[in-house]
Protein backbone atom coordinates (compact mmCIF):
# COMPACT_ATOMS: atom_id res chain seq x y z
CA UNK A 1 0.00 0.00 0.00
CA UNK A 2 0.80 3.53 -0.90
CA UNK A 3 -1.07 5.65 1.24
CA UNK A 4 -1.10 9.67 0.81
CA UNK A 5 -3.28 12.32 1.49
CA UNK A 6 -3.23 16.00 2.21
CA UNK A 7 -4.27 18.70 3.52
CA UNK A 8 -4.73 22.97 3.15
CA UNK A 9 -2.56 24.94 5.74
CA UNK A 10 -5.50 27.58 6.33
CA UNK A 11 -6.99 28.18 9.46
CA UNK A 12 -6.82 25.50 12.00
CA UNK A 13 -7.27 21.71 12.72
CA UNK A 14 -11.19 21.11 13.13
CA UNK A 15 -12.87 18.35 14.65
CA UNK A 16 -13.97 17.56 11.03
CA UNK A 17 -10.42 17.13 9.57
CA UNK A 18 -9.81 15.21 12.08
CA UNK A 19 -12.71 12.51 12.56
CA UNK A 20 -13.19 12.58 8.57
CA UNK A 21 -9.11 12.08 7.65
CA UNK A 22 -6.43 12.70 10.08
CA UNK A 23 -7.48 9.62 12.39
CA UNK A 24 -7.71 7.51 9.58
CA UNK A 25 -4.27 8.40 8.48
CA UNK A 26 -2.49 7.87 11.97
CA UNK A 27 -4.31 4.52 11.97
CA UNK A 28 -3.32 3.30 8.72
CA UNK A 29 0.29 4.77 9.15
CA UNK A 30 0.15 3.06 12.62
CA UNK A 31 -0.92 -0.58 10.81
CA UNK A 32 0.86 -0.24 7.78
CA UNK A 33 3.03 -3.27 7.22
CA UNK A 34 6.82 -3.39 6.29
CA UNK A 35 6.09 -3.06 2.53
CA UNK A 36 3.84 -0.24 3.20
CA UNK A 37 4.66 3.39 2.31
CA UNK A 38 2.69 6.67 4.08
CA UNK A 39 3.00 9.95 2.90
CA UNK A 40 1.21 12.97 4.02
CA UNK A 41 1.61 16.63 3.11
CA UNK A 42 0.77 20.31 3.62
CA UNK A 43 -1.27 21.98 0.40
CA UNK A 44 0.46 24.99 0.56
CA UNK A 45 0.67 25.30 -3.14
CA UNK A 46 -3.15 24.52 -3.03
CA UNK A 47 -3.72 27.08 -0.25
CA UNK A 48 -2.63 30.16 -2.44
CA UNK A 49 -5.94 29.69 -4.51
CA UNK A 50 -7.22 32.46 -2.12
CA UNK A 51 -5.27 35.29 -0.53
CA UNK A 52 -2.86 35.30 2.60
CA UNK A 53 -0.66 37.31 3.83
CA UNK A 54 2.72 36.39 3.93
CA UNK A 55 3.76 36.25 7.56
CA UNK A 56 0.73 34.36 7.48
CA UNK A 57 1.03 31.96 5.44
CA UNK A 58 4.65 30.91 7.01
CA UNK A 59 2.39 30.44 10.26
CA UNK A 60 0.07 28.53 8.74
CA UNK A 61 2.25 25.79 7.66
CA UNK A 62 4.12 25.31 10.68
CA UNK A 63 0.75 25.30 12.92
CA UNK A 64 -0.36 22.70 10.22
CA UNK A 65 2.46 20.40 10.85
CA UNK A 66 2.54 20.63 14.56
CA UNK A 67 -0.61 19.24 14.59
CA UNK A 68 -0.46 16.94 12.06
CA UNK A 69 2.16 15.62 14.48
CA UNK A 70 0.38 16.15 17.84
CA UNK A 71 -2.58 14.07 15.78
CA UNK A 72 -0.13 10.97 15.91
CA UNK A 73 1.37 11.52 12.26
CA UNK A 74 4.81 10.25 13.38
CA UNK A 75 7.39 11.66 10.75
CA UNK A 76 10.33 8.96 11.17
CA UNK A 77 7.57 6.08 10.02
CA UNK A 78 5.74 8.64 7.79
CA UNK A 79 6.88 11.14 4.99
CA UNK A 80 5.56 13.99 6.71
CA UNK A 81 6.07 17.82 4.15
CA UNK A 82 4.83 21.02 2.56
CA UNK A 83 4.37 20.75 -1.05
CA UNK A 84 6.07 23.50 -1.56
CA UNK A 85 9.23 21.87 -1.27
CA UNK A 86 8.34 19.19 -3.69
CA UNK A 87 8.80 21.15 -7.32
CA UNK A 88 7.22 17.73 -9.04
CA UNK A 89 3.96 18.65 -8.07
CA UNK A 90 3.73 21.45 -10.22
CA UNK A 91 5.63 20.32 -12.78
CA UNK A 92 3.35 17.09 -13.22
CA UNK A 93 0.34 19.76 -12.50
CA UNK A 94 1.71 21.75 -15.95
CA UNK A 95 1.64 18.30 -17.64
CA UNK A 96 -1.80 16.33 -16.58
CA UNK A 97 -3.48 20.01 -17.61
CA UNK A 98 -2.91 18.70 -21.16
CA UNK A 99 -5.34 15.86 -20.19
CA UNK A 100 -7.93 17.22 -17.72
CA UNK A 101 -10.68 18.10 -19.74
CA UNK A 102 -12.77 21.74 -19.13
CA UNK A 103 -15.67 19.73 -19.08
CA UNK A 104 -14.33 17.56 -16.11
CA UNK A 105 -13.54 20.33 -14.26
CA UNK A 106 -16.84 22.25 -14.64
CA UNK A 107 -18.42 19.32 -12.84
CA UNK A 108 -16.35 19.93 -10.00
CA UNK A 109 -19.11 20.62 -7.31
CA UNK A 110 -16.28 21.72 -4.72
CA UNK A 111 -15.38 24.80 -7.05
CA UNK A 112 -18.94 26.05 -7.41
CA UNK A 113 -19.39 25.60 -3.58
CA UNK A 114 -15.80 28.16 -3.08
CA UNK A 115 -16.76 30.23 -6.27
CA UNK A 116 -20.76 31.08 -5.54
CA UNK A 117 -21.95 33.71 -7.37
CA UNK A 118 -18.47 35.35 -8.19
CA UNK A 119 -17.25 32.48 -10.59
CA UNK A 120 -15.72 35.20 -12.78
CA UNK A 121 -13.81 36.96 -10.24
CA UNK A 122 -12.01 33.43 -8.14
CA UNK A 123 -8.76 32.67 -9.49
CA UNK A 124 -7.71 30.69 -11.59
CA UNK A 125 -6.01 28.26 -9.68
CA UNK A 126 -9.34 27.51 -8.05
CA UNK A 127 -10.65 26.37 -10.66
CA UNK A 128 -7.67 24.36 -11.83
CA UNK A 129 -7.14 23.04 -8.22
CA UNK A 130 -8.44 19.93 -9.19
CA UNK A 131 -5.59 18.98 -11.36
CA UNK A 132 -2.91 19.76 -8.77
CA UNK A 133 -4.66 17.54 -6.19
CA UNK A 134 -4.71 14.61 -9.10
CA UNK A 135 -0.73 15.29 -9.53
CA UNK A 136 -0.03 15.09 -5.65
CA UNK A 137 -1.99 11.57 -6.04
CA UNK A 138 -0.39 9.95 -8.92
CA UNK A 139 3.02 11.38 -8.36
CA UNK A 140 3.53 8.72 -5.76
CA UNK A 141 1.75 5.68 -7.39
CA UNK A 142 -0.82 5.83 -4.39
CA UNK A 143 -3.05 3.47 -3.86
CA UNK A 144 -5.11 4.24 -0.85
CA UNK A 145 -6.58 8.13 -0.57
CA UNK A 146 -7.89 8.36 3.53
CA UNK A 147 -10.20 11.89 2.94
CA UNK A 148 -13.37 12.97 3.80
CA UNK A 149 -16.53 12.76 1.68
CA UNK A 150 -16.16 16.03 -0.08
CA UNK A 151 -12.87 14.94 -1.76
CA UNK A 152 -14.60 11.95 -2.96
CA UNK A 153 -15.18 13.33 -6.66
CA UNK A 154 -11.71 14.92 -6.81
CA UNK A 155 -10.49 11.46 -6.35
CA UNK A 156 -12.81 10.14 -9.50
CA UNK A 157 -11.60 13.48 -11.52
CA UNK A 158 -8.09 11.77 -10.42
CA UNK A 159 -8.62 8.29 -12.13
CA UNK A 160 -10.40 9.70 -14.97
CA UNK A 161 -7.33 11.74 -15.34
CA UNK A 162 -5.20 8.99 -14.84
CA UNK A 163 -6.51 6.76 -17.01
CA UNK A 164 -6.73 8.98 -20.33
CA UNK A 165 -3.17 9.83 -20.06
CA UNK A 166 -2.03 5.89 -19.34
CA UNK A 167 -4.42 5.84 -22.51
CA UNK A 168 -3.58 8.16 -24.79
CA UNK A 169 0.15 7.81 -24.30
CA UNK A 170 -0.23 3.94 -24.72
CA UNK A 171 2.03 3.55 -21.04
CA UNK A 172 0.99 2.11 -17.80
CA UNK A 173 2.35 4.67 -15.67
CA UNK A 174 0.03 6.24 -13.25
CA UNK A 175 -1.39 3.81 -10.62
CA UNK A 176 -5.20 4.27 -9.92
CA UNK A 177 -5.75 5.16 -6.42
CA UNK A 178 -9.03 4.16 -3.63
CA UNK A 179 -10.07 6.52 -1.13
CA UNK A 180 -10.84 5.64 2.00
CA UNK A 181 -13.66 7.03 3.60
CA UNK A 182 -14.50 6.58 6.89
CA UNK A 183 -17.69 5.23 7.64
CA UNK A 184 -19.51 7.25 10.48
CA UNK A 185 -17.96 10.60 10.38
CA UNK A 186 -17.13 11.25 6.70
CA UNK A 187 -18.99 14.83 6.98
CA UNK A 188 -18.99 15.86 10.30
CA UNK A 189 -21.74 18.97 9.76
CA UNK A 190 -21.33 22.74 11.49
CA UNK A 191 -22.71 22.91 15.11
CA UNK A 192 -24.69 26.11 13.77
CA UNK A 193 -26.35 24.47 10.62
CA UNK A 194 -26.89 20.78 10.15
CA UNK A 195 -26.90 20.72 6.48
CA UNK A 196 -23.45 23.12 6.30
CA UNK A 197 -20.62 20.75 6.41
CA UNK A 198 -17.78 21.93 9.60
CA UNK A 199 -15.63 24.32 7.42
CA UNK A 200 -12.45 26.55 8.01
CA UNK A 201 -13.91 28.92 5.91
CA UNK A 202 -17.30 29.47 8.35
CA UNK A 203 -17.30 32.98 9.35
CA UNK A 204 -18.30 31.93 12.90
CA UNK A 205 -16.03 30.05 14.99
CA UNK A 206 -19.19 28.77 17.08
CA UNK A 207 -19.83 26.55 13.98
CA UNK A 208 -16.35 24.23 14.62
CA UNK A 209 -14.10 22.84 17.22
CA UNK A 210 -10.67 23.88 16.80
CA UNK A 211 -8.02 20.88 17.71
CA UNK A 212 -6.65 24.15 19.64
CA UNK A 213 -9.38 25.21 21.51
CA UNK A 214 -9.56 24.78 25.19
CA UNK A 215 -11.61 23.09 27.84
CA UNK A 216 -14.25 26.03 28.16
CA UNK A 217 -14.41 27.10 25.01
CA UNK A 218 -15.37 23.02 23.63
CA UNK A 219 -17.67 23.32 26.37
CA UNK A 220 -19.56 26.51 25.27
CA UNK A 221 -19.60 25.34 21.75
CA UNK A 222 -21.29 22.42 22.66
CA UNK A 223 -23.99 23.91 25.27
CA UNK A 224 -24.53 26.55 22.06
CA UNK A 225 -24.75 24.03 19.94
CA UNK A 226 -27.89 23.86 17.76
CA UNK A 227 -29.98 20.77 18.77
CA UNK A 228 -34.18 20.35 18.48
CA UNK A 229 -36.06 20.06 21.22
CA UNK A 230 -37.10 16.21 20.83
CA UNK A 231 -36.23 13.48 22.81
CA UNK A 232 -34.08 10.83 21.93
CA UNK A 233 -35.16 8.00 19.71
CA UNK A 234 -34.64 4.22 20.54
CA UNK A 235 -32.43 3.93 17.22
CA UNK A 236 -30.38 6.03 15.20
CA UNK A 237 -32.83 5.43 12.56
CA UNK A 238 -35.23 7.65 14.32
CA UNK A 239 -32.50 11.05 13.93
CA UNK A 240 -32.81 10.44 9.88
CA UNK A 241 -34.86 13.79 9.64
CA UNK A 242 -32.74 15.46 12.66
CA UNK A 243 -29.55 16.92 10.62
CA UNK A 244 -28.31 18.34 14.09
CA UNK A 245 -28.86 15.86 16.43
CA UNK A 246 -27.41 13.30 14.01
CA UNK A 247 -24.53 15.21 13.74
CA UNK A 248 -24.09 15.73 17.37
CA UNK A 249 -24.68 11.59 18.04
CA UNK A 250 -22.43 10.69 15.29
CA UNK A 251 -19.35 12.73 16.60
CA UNK A 252 -20.48 11.12 20.19
CA UNK A 253 -20.55 7.82 18.95
CA UNK A 254 -16.65 8.18 16.42
CA UNK A 255 -15.02 9.56 20.00
CA UNK A 256 -16.28 7.38 22.17
CA UNK A 257 -15.73 4.23 20.03
CA UNK A 258 -19.71 2.79 19.78
CA UNK A 259 -22.58 3.61 17.41
CA UNK A 260 -25.33 5.86 16.72
CA UNK A 261 -27.59 3.15 17.90
CA UNK A 262 -25.78 2.41 21.39
CA UNK A 263 -25.93 6.01 21.92
CA UNK A 264 -29.77 6.89 20.95
CA UNK A 265 -30.45 3.56 23.43
CA UNK A 266 -28.55 4.78 26.39
CA UNK A 267 -30.40 8.26 25.98
CA UNK A 268 -33.39 7.54 25.13
CA UNK A 269 -36.54 8.85 25.84
CA UNK A 270 -34.09 12.20 27.31
CA UNK A 271 -33.67 15.78 25.50
CA UNK A 272 -30.38 16.78 24.25
CA UNK A 273 -30.34 18.87 27.89
CA UNK A 274 -28.94 15.43 29.41
CA UNK A 275 -26.40 14.28 26.41
CA UNK A 276 -24.70 17.78 25.81
CA UNK A 277 -22.40 17.38 29.01
CA UNK A 278 -21.88 13.51 27.99
CA UNK A 279 -20.77 15.09 24.50
CA UNK A 280 -18.56 17.93 25.81
CA UNK A 281 -16.48 15.89 28.31
CA UNK A 282 -16.22 13.10 25.69
CA UNK A 283 -14.80 15.95 23.51
CA UNK A 284 -12.78 17.81 26.00
CA UNK A 285 -11.07 14.48 27.17
CA UNK A 286 -10.61 13.42 23.45
CA UNK A 287 -8.47 16.89 22.06
CA UNK A 288 -6.83 17.86 25.58
CA UNK A 289 -3.89 15.55 24.79
CA UNK A 290 -3.44 16.61 21.44
CA UNK A 291 -3.50 20.51 22.50
CA UNK A 292 -0.89 19.65 24.85
CA UNK A 293 1.13 18.02 22.52
CA UNK A 294 0.28 20.76 20.07
CA UNK A 295 1.52 23.45 22.31
CA UNK A 296 4.61 21.83 23.26
CA UNK A 297 5.72 21.18 19.08
CA UNK A 298 4.47 24.78 18.19
CA UNK A 299 7.26 26.58 19.63
CA UNK A 300 10.14 25.30 18.31
CA UNK A 301 9.71 26.71 14.12
CA UNK A 302 13.28 24.86 13.43
CA UNK A 303 12.45 21.65 14.76
CA UNK A 304 8.78 21.92 12.73
CA UNK A 305 11.04 23.27 9.47
CA UNK A 306 13.48 20.66 9.68
CA UNK A 307 10.75 17.49 10.04
CA UNK A 308 9.02 18.91 6.84
CA UNK A 309 12.41 19.74 4.94
CA UNK A 310 13.62 16.01 5.50
CA UNK A 311 10.13 14.62 4.91
CA UNK A 312 10.55 16.68 1.37
CA UNK A 313 13.90 15.06 0.39
CA UNK A 314 12.31 11.75 0.62
CA UNK A 315 9.26 12.86 -1.39
CA UNK A 316 11.32 14.87 -3.72
CA UNK A 317 12.86 10.91 -4.39
CA UNK A 318 9.86 9.38 -4.23
CA UNK A 319 8.12 11.33 -7.04
CA UNK A 320 11.25 11.45 -9.02
CA UNK A 321 10.81 8.06 -11.21
CA UNK A 322 7.14 8.93 -11.99
CA UNK A 323 7.45 12.41 -12.86
CA UNK A 324 10.56 11.36 -15.03
CA UNK A 325 7.75 8.59 -16.51
CA UNK A 326 5.05 11.58 -17.49
CA UNK A 327 7.72 13.54 -19.68
CA UNK A 328 9.10 10.65 -21.27
CA UNK A 329 5.90 9.52 -22.31
CA UNK A 330 4.99 13.02 -23.66
CA UNK A 331 8.17 13.20 -25.59
CA UNK A 332 9.36 15.91 -24.08
CA UNK A 333 13.26 16.15 -23.31
CA UNK A 334 14.36 17.10 -19.85
P1 LIG B 1 -9.06 20.13 3.32
O1 LIG B 1 -7.83 20.84 3.75
O2 LIG B 1 -10.28 20.94 3.04
O3 LIG B 1 -9.45 19.04 4.36
C1 LIG B 1 -8.52 18.05 4.85
C2 LIG B 1 -9.25 16.74 5.06
O4 LIG B 1 -10.33 16.91 5.99
C3 LIG B 1 -11.54 16.41 5.45
N1 LIG B 1 -12.64 17.24 5.93
C4 LIG B 1 -13.75 16.73 6.51
N2 LIG B 1 -14.14 15.47 6.78
C5 LIG B 1 -15.34 15.30 7.39
N3 LIG B 1 -16.15 16.34 7.75
C6 LIG B 1 -15.80 17.62 7.49
N4 LIG B 1 -16.60 18.63 7.86
C7 LIG B 1 -14.55 17.87 6.84
N5 LIG B 1 -13.90 19.00 6.45
C8 LIG B 1 -12.74 18.59 5.90
C9 LIG B 1 -11.37 16.54 3.94
O5 LIG B 1 -12.22 15.65 3.24
C10 LIG B 1 -9.90 16.21 3.76
O6 LIG B 1 -9.71 14.80 3.69
N6 LIG B 1 -8.13 19.26 -1.51
C11 LIG B 1 -7.86 18.79 -0.15
C12 LIG B 1 -6.39 18.72 0.15
C13 LIG B 1 -5.61 17.91 -0.80
C14 LIG B 1 -5.60 16.50 -0.93
C15 LIG B 1 -4.68 16.22 -1.96
C16 LIG B 1 -6.26 15.45 -0.27
C17 LIG B 1 -4.76 18.43 -1.73
N7 LIG B 1 -4.20 17.42 -2.42
C18 LIG B 1 -4.40 14.92 -2.39
C19 LIG B 1 -5.99 14.15 -0.70
C20 LIG B 1 -5.09 13.90 -1.72
C21 LIG B 1 -8.50 19.76 0.82
O7 LIG B 1 -8.69 20.91 0.54
O8 LIG B 1 -8.74 19.22 2.05
Known sequence: MRILSGIQPTGNLHLGNYLGAIRNWVAMQDAMGPEDEC??????????TVHEERAQRIANVRDMAAALVACGIDPDRSTLFNQARVPAHA??????NGTARIGWLNRMTQFKDKAGKNREGVSIGLYVYPVLQAADVLLYQATHVPV???QKQHLELTRDIAVKFNTDFGV????????????ESARIMSLRDGSAK????????MSRINLTDDDDTIMQKVKKAK??????????AGLAERPEARNLVGIYAVLAGTTPDAVCAQFAGQGF?????????VLVESLRPIRERYQALRGDDAALDAILVKGAQRAAAAAEPTLRGAYDALGLMR
Open 198 to 205: MSKSDPSD
Open 227 to 236: SDPDLFPETA
Open 91 to 96: ELQWLL
Open 39 to 48: FFFLADMHSI
Open 148 to 150: GED
Open 273 to 281: GAFKPALAE
Open 172 to 183: DLFTLPDPIIPK
